[in-house]
């Protein structure tokens, strides 16, 4: 199998020319939709991670007076 500098340029200027048109049938979201996906993601995170926070205090109060 050979490299041939000709054939990798035409091989990638073509995989560029496929993206872009690809990219063109992208349905982009709105800066408004955009905005409420990412407080709603942010606000996930924290409800999330404050749930997990208040079980590993309470397990770790537990084991804590397991262990006493």
Known sequence: MKFSAKGFLDKTAR?????RAELRKVM????????????????????????????DSALSQLLSFVIK
């Open 28 to 55: 982009w979201p709105s800066r408004r939709e955009t905005f409420v996906f990412t407080a709603i993601v942010i606000g996930s995170v924290v409800v999330i991670s404050s749930l997990i926070w208040v079980i």
């Open 15 to 19: 995989f560029l020319r496929e993206v």
